[in-house]
């Protein structure tokens, strides 16, 4: 015999909407709520200023950091980040990491006790990987943001052997920007055609190629070079491709194109006599008035162009044979 059992008492359906379900969840008065403007060809909306003011407050124990890792390195998730922050940190009571995206972190702390005592190296290495600390500023965006750091080897070229104690590496790497490992070969003095150093760089700052060494009564210089350093673009200041293959100075370059120079606009101008006048005149194009309207180009040498009010009008000046 198979017993029957009832089913259970279905629950009752919420009818409740999902907005419904989200009132009140914030104490924000929708009256309160600003209204947008309409500026130029976009929207805009002002927040309040005392609201912000007060969240400002909170951030004086705040640090912004980016992540540098080498090519050879494999990439570290934001969880074993923390993982090697909270050993390298372990003194620490309290403190937050919040990924902000790419690279790029920001971490609070709960004292500014404990921020200094972090903040005293501004570099921290992982093994592998390099955590540059910067003071936390205002307005952080991270398009605006640029990695400029890389891991590179770098050469001591006419280094004496006697000076070849890590301690010495280390100082002179010092100079360049921040030393992370030193070479087999040369803490074990295999050869001596040059010290090596693997160091971070900023490649936005001052790269040199001489160094001078100096002790008591005594100084010399060094010669120095990179090994495989990266492409740097000066247009957006930024590691990882040249000039020549930047994007943004790929769009500038289009936008330079557009803007019609003098002389150009002057040689596509079609020219014709006037009947008693020996000089030459020229026609109004009506394709150049619209380039010219956009351009806002005031002045040419050949059919210049008068501002009147919004619109932009050629003209021409004939001047007489017995001028």
Known sequence: MVSHTSNPTPKPVST??????????????????????????????????????????????????????????????????YTKLLQLWKPLDRWKMIP?????????????????????????????????????????????????????WVRFHYFPLEYWQDRIHFEIAGAIGTPIIIDDNTRNNSFGHYARVLVDINFAGFILDTLCVERDNFAFDIEIEYEHPPYFCFTCNSIGHSSDHCKK??????????????????????????????????????????????????????????FNQHLIEPFTEIQGEDQ
């Open 100 to 152: 902000l995206g790419r690279v790029f972190f920001e971490f609070r702390f709960s004292t500014a006790d404990d921020l200094r005592s972090v903040w005293s190296n501004d570099v921290w290495n992982l093994k592998p990987g390099l955590l540059h600390l910067s003071r936390w500023s205002l307005d952080f965006n991270l398009s605006n943001q640029t990695q400029t750091h890389s891991e590179v």
């Open 16 to 81: 409740r909407s999902f907005a419904h379900a989200l009132l009140n969840k914030v104490n924000v008065p929708l009256s309160d709520i600003p209204k947008p403007r309409l500026k130029g060809n976009s929207l805009s909306i002002k927040i309040l200023g005392d609201v912000y003011q007060s969240r400002l407050a909170n951030c004086n124990n705040y640090l912004h950091g980016i992540l540098v890792l080498s090519k050879t390195d494999n990439p570290l998730s934001s969880k074993d980040l």
């Open 249 to 306: 100075d790929h769009a500038n370059k289009i936008a330079r194109e557009k803007v019609i120079t003098k002389d150009n606009l002057v040689k596509n101008v079609p020219k014709r006599h006037v009947q008693g006048c020996s000089n030459t005149v020229v026609d109004e194009d009506p394709i150049i008035l619209d380039i010219t309207r956009k351009n806002c180009i005031l002045v040419l040498p050949l059919g210049q162009f008068r």
